[in-house]
């Protein structure tokens, strides 16, 4: 029977190309997601061919403006003889608060660590407790003050009291922290502070006022950590469910649009003429941060592959936070299941359906699968490793049952249609190709309707005539019966 053995070899081929993928997909793979996701998933704008297949209509839609500590600015708050590495005089940015919070902020967010004495620091610090909700920037220290003292670590320069590097002075203790290390694609949501010995002194000695104090969010999340959203609830109860746990709970980097997607004024501008910018401050979040200066925390965005500060980063995660389109990660377990019923369904289909098919199947499946994505991520906010699903569909299941089919199941039929195609008519061959007639040695029984036809006076024919002349009487005879046969 021939579906038997059609369905042994597609579950052969199925595991075969199961096989490669898991293969590619532990050893290869990890390092080449990304860069594939951002390209046919992220990717969109300028005309971009993905946009054909399906536009991404998310965008940018939360009253979130970026202050930004540029070049004009550094050269306006500094000395010449300070390095150009953010160190503004804390009253600056003490007046900041001031002038933002006259204008009506829901909250200030400091892309900023700070770490440099000043004399304006306890006025500062002040400010940011007494704001309406203003937080400042750390990272997570892997090391304790007593190591790095051990290692005389050139961090421990006077200057740096009682902290690690990447933590703020310890006059900022009674201030909101937020964690801002990321990657392009990933970040850490929060961490337990007391799982981190070179932060616990945040936490001095007093009980905790609220569970909130003994954790440290990702700097958006920060500033709307006491907002009535589902998100930032959702978010809050993952990272205290992993409290105590060394390995901090990560999130997708969230992108709602190309760099550029929200106000930004320069630092000097704003504090010119603060009331210029009324409209626009008002009940929004203001992010400030470093642009094109020597720090120079940039990122380069998926959604165009343009350049933008790191602090723009921040918010476009707050921004989805706001908009409750935060995006996740596909199920890991449904993502690899998804991958072995593809294989399976698709190996089917190309074992059964001509090799003329074939080729429109392996693309429309391509694109089909690259739609899905794009709309998952688009309207679902879920993002699905797409490369591993076009292997499933397209780009591995379909060269390999080519070749399995090549070489291995359509070898005999090969060799009959090559036999058949020298006595039966081309429709009939095409019939055996197409897999509407069994083409096996030995034949079939089936019930069939047969014309004897008897020329007369055949044999006299025969002896008179040249034998080429014959074959092309008896040629020009079969040619004419064969067309009255097919047209009944």
Not at 212 to 232: A, G, K, R
Not at 403 to 421: A, E, M, N, P, T
């Amino acid at each position: 029977m021939k579906i038997p053995h059609k369905i042994l070899h597609s579950i052969f081929i199925a595991f075969l190309t199961l096989f490669c993928l898991f293969g590619l997909t532990i050893f290869v793979l990890p390092d080449f997601l990304t860069p594939i996701n951002n390209f046919l998933i992220y990717r969109t704008g300028n005309n971009q061919w993905q946009d054909m297949i399906y536009q991404h209509k998310i965008q940018p839609k939360s009253k979130i403006a970026l202050i930004l500590i540029d070049e004009k600015t550094l050269n306006t708050y500094q000395s010449e003889k300070d390095a150009k590495i953010l160190t503004i005089p804390k009253s600056t940015y003490a007046r900041l608060i001031d002038e933002l919070e006259n204008l009506g902020v829901k909250g200030i967010g400091f892309d900023i660590i700070f770490q440099n004495p000043d004399e304006y620091e306890e006025i500062f610090a002040q400010k940011i407790i007494n704001s309406k909700n203003t937080v400042i920037a750390t990272e997570k220290p892997t090391q304790t003050f007593e190591e790095l003292q051990k290692k005389k670590d050139p961090c421990l320069k006077s200057g740096y009291e009682k902290i690690c590097p990447l933590t703020p002075r310890e006059v900022y203790k009674n201030a909101k922290w937020g964690f801002i290390g990321h990657k392009t694609n990933k970040r850490i949501i929060g961490y337990d502070i007391k799982s981190v010995p070179a932060q616990k002194w945040k936490m001095g000695d007093k009980k905790r006022k609220k569970v909130d104090d003994d954790f440290i969010y990702t700097l958006p999340l920060t500033l709307v950590q006491n907002e009535d959203l589902p998100v930032v609830e959702t978010l809050k109860k993952k990272v205290r469910q992993r409290a105590g746990n060394k390995k901090p709970l990560n999130a997708l980097e969230q992108y709602m649009g190309p760099p550029h997607s929200y106000l930004r004024i320069s630092l000097v501008d704003f504090l010119k003429n603060p009331e210029k910018y009324k409209n626009e401050i008002k009940n929004a979040y203001v992010l400030v941060g470093e642009s094109g200066t020597i720090i120079h925390d940039i990122i380069q965005s998926p959604v165009n592959r343009q350049s933008m500060p790191g602090v723009e980063s921040h918010a476009h995660f707050l921004d989805a936070i706001l908009q409750d389109k935060f995006l996740v990660l596909a199920n890991q377990e449904m993502m690899f299941l998804s991958y072995v019923i593809l294989s399976l369904i698709f190996v089917i289909i190309y074992i059964f359906v001509p090799n003329l098919f074939s080729p429109f199947i392996f693309i429309l499946s391509s694109f089909a699968t690259i739609w899905i994505a794009r709309y998952l991520y688009d309207q679902e906010r879920i993002l699905v490793d797409i490369f591993p699903l076009l292997l499933s569909v397209s780009l591995l299941s379909y060269p390999i049952t080519m070749i399995y089919r090549f070489f291995i199941v359509d070898k005999q039929k090969r060799r009959i249609l090559s036999s058949f195609g020298r006595y039966v008519s081309p429709k009939v061959v095409g019939m055996i190709d197409t897999n509407n007639i069994e083409a096996q040695l030995g034949g079939e029984r089936k019930k069939v309707s047969i014309l004897f036809s008897d020329i007369a006076g055949f044999t006299t024919l025969s002896e008179k005539l040249d034998p080429k002349d014959l074959f092309v009487v008896m040629t020009a005879y079969l040619s004419k019966m064969t067309k009255i046969l097919l047209s009944q």
